[in-house]
């Protein structure tokens, strides 16, 4: 295992990288990638050791490299799934040259990190939350576009089978007009989270899948959280959301509960569908009342929605890290933008951070 000071190590490095200029940012996306991408993840928690160990498998990537502040973590992975070890990410960073980076430490740690994988050169997938604060997120975003370095968000939930399908559907009107999405991501405490509350920790999850299926962007919010355990932040979440389609969405978001429930369910005048995002399945209740032959919605509701046929509908059920990863992959490979935008990151966010201040002032947000 390689080590060193983080804080004195210069990552600029030399210029040893095919298709970087000397004493500048990197130019290699303006040119060929090789057959096989080179990646690194820095953070070894339990969604960084899951990136290192899909990074591995990936047909046409090598993992090159780990790093954490923790030599024995970066010892089990790297001797699990492969790649150099490093305490130090500066100089993993330096000495490896990665293609692409994924950045899973500790939120506050995102932009100190992210900024130094953009003045590599490398690809970027910062894990989600984007950063510490809507400010940290712009300069990520901003330094990356001046650094032609292609980078994208972890909302790994975009990827999940189940919600791909969802989107198909809603876009494709099988729902009719939406009334309402609710989205509902409780547990036990983590042990991993200690610097961000569950509003930033969570939410953006969930936020994120909002804006992806309605296509629409959240226009106000209100919120109340509570601290029911022993930390510095939030531990629960009950949120509205006001979307630009007139769409409302509700979060139920929470530490709190002793069992792991992560649901979305989406209501319109046709039915409801719901997505269980762990098991990676999508059902639809059907509202009977809609195969009358009327055309008129308030005619054929007049005697309130009816309870209709079940649809278990069939989903490849493959790995949203997976999928999220061979996304990015494909991107830097090709050069084409990643599915997640910075912009979708810091979106996000400041929904989350809207929720927050709607809880400590008790008054409506607006973005």
């Not at 295992?1 to 210069?10: K, L, N, R, Y």
């Not at 494909?330 to 809207?354: H, K, L, N, Y």
């Given at each position: 295992?390689?080590?060193?000071?983080?804080?004195?190590?210069?990552v600029?490095?030399?210029d040893?990288?095919?298709?970087?200029?000397?004493?500048?940012?990197?130019?290699?996306?303006?040119?060929?990638?090789?057959?096989?991408?080179?990646?690194?993840?820095?953070?070894?928690?339990?969604?960084?050791?899951?990136?290192?160990?899909?990074?591995?498998?990936?047909?046409?990537?090598?993992?090159?490299a780990?790093?954490?502040?923790d030599?024995?973590?970066?010892?089990?992975?790297?001797?699990?799934?492969?790649?150099?070890?490093?305490?130090?990410?500066?100089?993993?960073?330096?000495e490896?040259r990665?293609?692409?980076?994924?950045?899973?430490?500790?939120?506050?740690?995102?932009?100190?990190?992210?900024?130094?994988?953009?003045?590599?050169?490398?690809?970027?997938?910062?894990?989600?939350?984007?950063?510490?604060?809507?400010?940290?997120?712009?300069?990520?975003?901003?330094?990356?576009?001046?650094?032609?370095v292609?980078?994208?968000?972890?909302?790994?939930?975009?990827?999940?089978?189940?919600?791909?399908?969802?989107?198909?559907?809603?876009?494709?009107?099988?729902?009719?007009?939406?009334?309402?999405?609710?989205?509902r991501r409780?547990?036990?405490?983590?042990?991993?989270?200690r610097?961000?509350?569950?509003?930033?920790?969570?939410?953006p999850?969930?936020?994120?899948?909002?804006?992806?299926?309605?296509?629409?962007?959240?226009?106000?919010?209100?919120?109340?959280?509570?601290?029911?355990?022993?930390?510095?932040?939030?531990?629960?979440?009950?949120?509205?959301?006001?979307?630009?389609?007139?769409?409302?969405?509700?979060?139920?978001?929470?530490w709190?509960?002793?069992?792991?429930?992560?649901?979305?369910?989406?209501?319109?005048?046709?039915?409801?569908?719901?997505?269980?995002?762990?098991?990676?399945?999508?059902?639809?209740?059907?509202?009977?009342?809609?195969?009358?032959?009327?055309?008129?919605?308030?005619?054929?509701?007049?005697?309130?929605?009816?309870?209709?046929?079940?649809?278990?509908?069939?989903?490849?059920?493959?790995?949203?890290?997976?999928?999220?990863l061979e996304?990015?992959?494909?991107?830097?490979?090709?050069?084409?933008?990643?599915?997640?935008?910075?912009?979708?990151?810091?979106?996000?966010?400041?929904?989350?951070?809207?929720?927050?201040?709607?809880a400590?002032?008790?008054?409506?947000?607006a973005?």
């Open positions: 295992m390689h080590s060193g000071s983080s804080t004195s190590t210069d600029a490095g030399g040893s990288g095919a298709g970087r200029r000397s004493g500048g940012h990197t130019s290699r996306y303006t040119w060929l990638m090789p057959s096989t991408l080179r990646a690194a993840v820095i953070g070894l928690g339990a969604m960084g050791t899951n990136h290192a160990r899909v990074y591995a498998e990936l047909p046409g990537v090598e993992l090159a780990v790093a954490d502040v030599p024995e973590r970066v010892r089990a992975v790297s001797c699990e799934h492969g790649g150099r070890g490093y305490d130090d990410a500066a100089r993993m960073l330096s490896v990665p293609d692409l980076v994924t950045v899973a430490v500790p939120t506050r740690a995102h932009a100190e990190v992210a900024e130094r994988v953009i003045d590599a050169g490398a690809a970027l997938l910062v894990e989600k939350p984007l950063a510490a604060t809507i400010d940290e997120g712009l300069r990520i975003r901003d330094r990356a576009a001046a650094a032609g292609p980078m994208t968000v972890g909302h790994i939930e975009r990827f999940n089978p189940a919600v791909l399908e969802l989107k198909r559907r809603v876009e494709a009107g099988e729902l009719g007009r939406v009334f309402q999405v609710h989205a409780v547990g036990p405490f983590p042990e991993r989270v610097d961000v509350g569950v509003v930033l920790d969570l939410a999850h969930d936020i994120d899948v909002m804006r992806f299926v309605l296509g629409a962007e959240v226009a106000r919010v209100q919120a109340e959280t509570e601290q029911r355990v022993a930390t510095e932040h939030e531990d629960m979440l009950s949120g509205l959301l006001r979307f630009t389609n007139g769409v409302v969405g509700v979060l139920d978001v929470n709190l509960t002793p069992t792991k429930i992560r649901e979305l369910s989406v209501l319109g005048e046709r039915g409801m569908f719901v997505v269980d995002y762990l098991a990676r399945e999508l059902t639809f209740y059907e509202n009977d009342h809609p195969r009358a032959e009327s055309t008129d919605w308030a005619a054929r509701h007049r005697k309130g929605v009816s309870e209709g046929p079940v649809h278990f509908i069939e989903i490849e059920k493959r790995e949203p890290l997976r999928v999220e996304a990015f992959v494909a991107a830097v490979r090709d050069g084409t933008p990643p599915a997640v935008s910075p912009d979708d990151g810091i979106a996000a966010m400041a929904a989350a951070e809207a929720l927050v201040r709607a400590r002032t008790g008054e409506h947000v973005l």
